[in-house]
């Protein structure tokens, strides 16, 4: 869904989500208005491709979409793609005058695509196809096609590849629309096209046999011998115009993934299946930060927001912690070159850059500004527990310590609203308080005391004071009493009325933090509402056993494509998954961890990141969300999460200490992960069907506890 703008984010893409046709209000105006009286018909507005059935090959900073026969046929988001410019929109095969009959298309690996057709040589008699064409697609711009004869007659025929572009910036294509074919001119051994900034090119290895340049075709007179092959390599190249802003790169050759390649067995084989692919998905959203390649970080998600969000890109470099510290370091680096270093007109010193987006139909939208700014005190204290170098994180701490400076300036009555508007806003016009905010700040608050007091710095005691402060308000103001026993407000209206909505996003109330010694922070919610709120959770209310949807099914306003009215989004039941384990609550975190497991055998172990939130019932599998980025960070990093959560490896370096807690109900049955990363040596345990760990690998500078 598009989000609502606030705060400029980076993006190389610069595309918002598309808007879906319930977010765009009522038709006003002419685009929108009915035929009448001396009134003629309106021109339909564009609709904004969908991305659920498109095959989607990554690897930033290119992509290639297509149909599942592999034919880029300019529709939609068909295409390669690259830094935001679709680079060639139409490439479309035809052997002897004829598409191969499409067999199988599938990703094998997320830069990666196959696709496999069949087509029958004219005049042959025999009923099995006698050609097969394969396609071997790179998101980077490359194509390989092989033409395989297995009959007993030479098949002479042609090859045509019919190619065409628009050069358009993907923004346009998220709002569902085409611009223009350019016209082609025939270059050595291709095809170029030109645009006022940017020009693309195409060429072929061997040169074809004839160009037309008019129609877009490549051609070739083939002669394949039975059993012989016949292959063609196709690159399609961006170029853009001198003097331009540099956009951020991809991983270089060479570069190394920022974190270990872990391995997983389990008794439940989906769990190695879905790590796996959740890792291969985010190592092609890795951009290097121009201002130091070194550093590299996720973007957001393909197709529409192929840029960097931070915050999720703070959240997938939290959740693969225990992979190592790496991604954390570089994406915070990254971050630390944008964040607001002077006061600005309707900016606050400190705060990171980011958007409001929905909070649905029941709740008020949230600021992203906010929620990174919070969140990157957490993912630097947590780092530093997982081992990131004293010297590195004694770097970062100044822009802790401004983004704490940020979170004291935007309190309104002891709670946390909107840190990107100015104070006189925030008091002329309060908005609500949102409660996985007030979790957000609090746990901010621990984690700077923490680091604070650890570099000698001040102020530890008094963010410790405040912490505390906040739970007593939250405890008093945000639960809800009712017939159930109670749950949790998702909100808190100016003037103090409590929101009732039922929203997954609460979840974040149970994600205190590793704190020293491994342990967990102290949570806004006591021991017993903790307990109310697990059972509420794994209630048919929220959870669609293919996970939590984003809002009540008892919500009148519960749309199970809602993107934060009901779709199931992964990164928010990863977390809950996590967090009832840590508090004791493991068979509710088996039930939610099992439907997200369900979900994945469905999606291939390449989880999206929403999909519908319908209720599961056997034989359906769940329904894909048209807008959904594909692969998307924060889920991908969700899903390792919540696999390595029920391990329980809870580190601190820095005491010398590493806590092992796994999860007593042991719902993968034995699991052994092997290859994670503490102290920046590796570390591998083994939980029996028992639940009981065994540390099999470890730095010998750790003291190990099992708990």
């Known amino acids: 869904m598009r989000p609502l703008q606030a705060m400029p984010a980076e993006s190389v893409v610069g595309a918002p989500r598309p808007v879906s046709r319930t977010d765009q209000g ?108 394969e396609r071997l697609r790179h998101a980077d711009g490359v194509e390989t096609v092989t033409v395989r004869n297995t009959g007993a007659r030479p098949a002479r025929l042609p090859l045509e590849i019919a190619l065409g572009t628009d050069l358009g910036p993907v923004a346009e294509i998220a709002a569902g629309h085409r611009p223009p074919d350019l016209p082609g001119q025939v270059q050595s051994a291709g095809l170029r096209w030109s645009g006022p900034v940017h020009s693309a090119v195409v060429s072929a290895k061997p040169s074809p046999h004839a160009v037309l340049a008019g129609a877009g075709v490549l051609r070739w007179d083939l002669e394949v011998q039975p059993g012989a092959r016949w292959s063609v390599e196709l690159r399609a190249e961006l170029e853009s115009a001198p003097g331009g802003p540099r956009p951020p790169g991809g991983r270089g050759t060479g570069v190394p993934l920022p974190w270990a390649e872990p391995e997983v067995r389990s008794d439940d084989p989906r769990a190695a299946l879905l790590v796996d692919r959740s890792l291969d998905a985010l190592g092609g959203l890795l951009f290097a930060d121009p201002d130091r390649p070194t550093d590299l970080y996720p973007a957001s998600g393909a197709p529409w927001r192929f840029g960097l969000a931070p915050a999720d890109a703070l959240w997938a470099a939290r959740l693969t912690l225990p992979l190592g510290t790496r991604l954390a370091a570089g994406t915070l680096r990254a971050l630390v070159r944008r964040q607001q270093l002077t006061p600005a007109p309707g900016r606050t010193e400190g705060l990171l850059p980011g958007a409001l987006r929905h909070g649905g139909p029941e709740l008020p939208p949230t600021c992203t500004a906010t929620e990174a700014t919070l969140l990157f005190v957490t993912v630097l204290a947590e780092a530093w527990r997982w081992g990131l170098p004293r010297a590195e994180v004694a770097e970062l701490l100044p822009a802790a310590e401004r983004a704490l400076a940020a979170l004291r300036e935007g309190l309104v009555d002891g709670f946390v609203t909107d840190l990107s508007r100015p104070a006189e806003d925030r008091a002329a016009q309060p908005v609500a308080a949102r409660a996985e905010v007030q979790a957000q700040a609090h746990r901010a608050a621990l984690h700077g005391a923490e680091l604070l007091e650890a570099f000698a710095r001040p102020g530890a005691g008094e963010w410790r004071s405040w912490a505390a402060e906040l739970r007593g308000r939250f405890r008093r103001q945000f639960w809800i009493d009712d017939l159930s026993g109670g749950r949790p407000a998702a909100g808190l209206a100016p003037g103090g009325q ?210």
């Open 26 to 133: 009522p038709a006003s105006g002419p685009a929108g208005a009915p035929a009448g009286p001396g009134r003629p018909m309106a021109p339909p507005r564009p609709q904004p491709p969908a991305a659920h059935h498109a095959l989607l090959c990554v690897n930033a900073p290119a992509m290639a979409a297509s149909g599942p026969d592999g034919q880029l046929r300019g529709h939609g988001l068909h295409g390669f793609y690259r830094n935001g410019v679709r680079v060639l929109a139409r490439m479309e095969l035809r052997l002897g005058g004829m598409e191969p009959l499409p067999l199988q298309g599938t990703l094998t690996s997320a830069a990666q695509a196959r696709f496999l057709g069949a087509v029958r040589v004219p005049g042959d008699l025999d009923p099995d196809p006698a050609l097969t064409v």
């Open 498 to 707: 409590p929101l009732p909505a039922v929203a997954s996003s609460l979840v974040h109330l149970l994600d205190t933090g590793l704190a020293a010694d491994g342990g967990r922070h102290e949570s806004l919610l006591d021991r017993e509402q903790t307990r109310l709120f697990a059972q509420r959770l794994v209630a048919p209310e929220l959870d669609s056993g293919w996970g939590l949807r984003t809002l009540s099914v008892k919500s009148p306003r519960f749309n199970p494509l809602g993107h934060r009215g009901g779709a199931v989004r992964i990164h928010e039941t990863a977390l809950a998954i996590a967090g009832l384990s840590e508090a004791g609550h493991e068979n509710e975190a088996g039930t939610l961890l099992e439907g997200l497991l369900a979900a994945s055998a469905h999606f291939e172990g390449r989880l999206p990141e929403m999909y519908a939130g319908e209720q599961r019932t056997p034989g359906c599998p769940p329904v894909p969300h048209p807008a959904a980025c594909r692969p998307a960070a924060v889920s991908a990093a969700g899903a390792v999460h919540a696999v390595f959560a029920l391990a329980g490896v809870r580190p601190d370096v820095p005491g010398g200490r590493v806590l092992v807690r796994p999860a007593s109900t042991a719902p993968l049955g034995e699991l052994e992960l092997t290859g994670l990363r503490v102290a920046g040596e590796p570390f591998s345990v083994r939980v029996s069907r028992i639940g009981v760990a065994m540390v099999e690998e470890a730095s010998t500078e750790l003291q190990l506890v099992a708990h």
